[in-house]
């Protein structure tokens, strides 16, 4: 069954743009378009789509609206973002992701008209693939109904520093607790976090989640392009308890903080002991992917040896695969979000049927878990002077750090 699908923009070169790429995609229907919020909010209720593709900067009724009335009446539809992203609507951009949009595309601006539909085209048909898989995840036919609605997240405006909804969380955490079998804790020298499809709701929770008491740096790596991700740590840092940066080059690691890598570059972790920092470059992608968590997994094993948490979370793919092996064949730990909690069951999936030892959480116990190991953290990170002699790491033979 074909997904229906509804294009929402007030630019007419652009609805004919995105609607003639969704018609060459098979088992995409494109039923209507509309030029601003409030004709598309009328159509939504009447056509009942799948899936709209909405902007966000419209007369009348903007998408943000939009986002809002769809949750409130508790309507079906899915809606991708489609914007440009631009510096002065980029956190609002992020806000209508918060807000329950299922994914984001990026509208291009190429001096090439031709390079603009191609890159609108790639990103449309990825969403599309995976909004088809959840369709099959969730149908009755398949024995499988996760419950799980991406829409279900809300959109939080606060300014300080606190987590929000803090007692509830903890109440839920004390909880969960009293269920997960845990091992012994040991000290950890870093947290990394590889997270793609469905990761902005993901971390929207996650994030504010983790307690002031967390004494490690916690790295991660969010697909999206530039722009995208300064927005999104800068949300997230205005609701968390913790700071949360867009790392940037040469930036020193420092415990309590959540650094996030700057969307279409890569983050790798280089130093000793005691001096570790960030490094970011323009290499090129891996597995189409930069940032890359295997990148990040594979240069903080280097670092951290049995020091290391890697985490895989929602997310299309196999990225994080590779680093994650890199991470156990040093003795560091590996955690992945579990099929019911995450959007999208591909990245944790491949590293949970790669053979490879982890564990798999919910997400509301990957929050337990990391406030429980945070809080264990290595003297070698918040005494940088207690190792003032650079350590060279072992080498493990055949592995490319990238």
Known sequence: MSLQVVVVDDSTVFRKAVRDCLREMDGVEVVDVARDGRIALEKIRRIRPDVITLDIEMPVMNGLDVLQAIQQENLETKAIVVSSFVKEGSMTSTRAIAAGAFDFVQKSSHANPEENVRDLNIQLTRCMKVLHRRRLSESPECGEDTGESVADETSIDVTDKVAPNT?????????TAA?????????????????????????????????????????????????????????????????????????????????????????????????????????????????????????????????????????????????????????????????????????????????????????????????????????????PSSQPTPVQPTPVVGEAIG
């Open 167 to 175: 007692n509830s969380l903890i109440q839920s955490q004390s909880q």
């Open 179 to 383: 269920t997960i079998d845990v091992e012994p804790t040991r000290a950890l020298d870093a947290i990394c976090i590889g997270v793609s499809t469905g990761g902005p709701q993901a971390l929207g929770k996650l994030v504010p989640a983790l307690r002031k008491e967390i004494r490690v740096p916690v790295l991660i790596v969010q697909h999206m392009p530039a722009i995208f991700t300064e927005s999104l740590a800068n949300h997230l840092d205005s609701i968390s308890q913790l700071n949360v940066v867009e790392a940037e080059d040469g930036m020193p690691l420092r415990g309590g903080t959540v650094f996030i890598a700057p969307g279409g570059r890569q983050m790798k972790v280089i130093g000793y002991p005691g001096a570790w920092k960030l490094e970011i470059t323009d290499e090129e992608p891996v597995k189409g992917c930069r940032p890359s968590v295997d990148l990040l997994f594979q240069s903080a094993a280097v670092q951290f040896q049995n020091g290391l948490l890697g985490i895989v979370m929602t997310g299309l793919g196999n990225d994080g695969v590779d680093g994650a092996a890199a991470i156990t064949q040093r003795g560091g730990r590996i955690w992945v979000q579990d099929e019911k909690s995450a959007t999208v069951y591909g990245m944790p999936r491949a590293v949970f049927e790669s053979g490879l030892p982890c564990e798999e959480y919910s997400l509301e116990e990957l929050i337990v878990q990391i406030n429980r190991v945070g809080r264990q953290s290595s003297k070698q990170l918040l005494d």
